[in-house]
């Protein structure tokens, strides 16, 4: 079983930055391509962005390419996501969410592990 645990939301403001990290309990954590989504309110949980197991691959949604990053500490079996230039609409509970190897995909069910969400809350 894999245990991810994030960190890192809070309250930012418009144009504004926050740093998301996932921790993962996995000693296999190097060959585990992860990913985030989020969910706002009344809204179905949504990709945000992705990095493939061997770290060199990455994917991003359309609304948030050229402000979000993710990345990964294969040593610290961590994951981060580095939000710049937030926006209002990027307000949601952000998950960070597991699988072993594969390619990186869109869709929740493809994902085995999942963390309990951070909130990310963004004011105009």
């Known amino acids: 079983q894999v245990q991810l645990i994030e960190s890192g939301g809070g309250l930012a403001q418009a144009g504004g930055s926050l740093r998301l990290s996932c921790a993962a309990s996995?000693?296999?954590?190097?060959?585990?391509?992860m990913a985030w989504f989020r969910q706002a309110p009344g809204k179905e949980r949504e990709f945000v962005a992705g990095?493939?197991?061997?770290?060199?691959?990455?994917d991003y949604a359309d609304s948030v390419k050229g402000r979000f990053t993710i990345s990964r500490d294969n040593a610290k079996n961590t994951v981060y996501l580095q939000m710049n230039s937030l926006k209002p609409d990027d307000t949601a509970v952000y998950y960070c969410?597991?699988?072993?190897?594969?390619?990186?995909?869109?869709?929740?069910?493809?994902?085995?592990?999942w963390g309990q969400g951070t909130q990310v809350t963004v004011s105009s």
């Open positions: 969410a597991a699988k072993r190897y594969s390619t990186v995909g869109h869709s929740t069910p493809e994902y085995n592990y």
């Open positions: 996995s000693r296999t954590f190097s060959i585990m391509t």
């Open positions: 990095i493939r197991w061997g770290g060199t691959a990455t």
